[in-house]
């Protein structure tokens, strides 16, 4: 089975819960990179505002062919309680997602809001299948024992569904 691990990172911390689940099922990653010429505390002062209109903004890459993988799974930091607007711009890249099933992540420093739900809206607006999500908490992430956790719910959803 192919998986295709398809995620947004500004503070390292979801590469690194992206890094693990790689591992974990062999998995491709692709990183989505903002192309905005911000620094880093307006990219994320404009993009929080984005992320709650559940805006788009240009990435790199700018297409995503994933029709030689059997399932996805979508990565991001919680920006006001939402997914940031490059994991939301690299879900409409997406060629060839139509009929496979996904599953999504989020890292976050307070709570994960309704991050889940945004999340499956996008996924299933693209004709995918959302077999889960899970979310960790920014204090959790060098914690193995809880990395592992996420990485098993995100994978068993995966086989399950």
Not at 55 to 61: G, N, T
Request: charged letters at 25%.
């Amino acid at each position: 089975m192919k998986i295709c691990i398809i995620y947004h990172s500004e503070t390292g911390n979801t590469r690194h819960v992206a890094q693990h689940i790689a591992s974990a099922c062999d998995g491709k990653l692709i990183e989505i990179m903002d192309k905005g010429s911000y620094n880093r505390l307006t990219r994320f002062l404009v993009r929080c505002k984005m992320a709650q209109g559940e805006e788009k903004i240009p990435v790199e890459p700018a297409a995503i062919d994933v029709s030689g993988y059997d399932q996805l799974v979508f990565g991001s930091p919680v920006w006001a309680f939402r997914p940031t607007p490059a994991i939301h711009a690299a879900i409409d890249a997406l060629k060839g997602c139509e009929g496979k099933k996904a599953t999504a992540f989020c890292t976050h420093g307070g709570r994960p809001g309704q991050t889940a739900e945004v999340f499956q809206k996008w996924i299933e607006a693209r004709g995918m299948k959302c077999v889960g999500n899970g979310n960790i908490h920014q204090n959790d992430i060098e914690n193995e024992k809880k990395t592992r956790e996420l990485v098993s719910l995100l994978i068993k959803d995966l086989h399950s569904a």
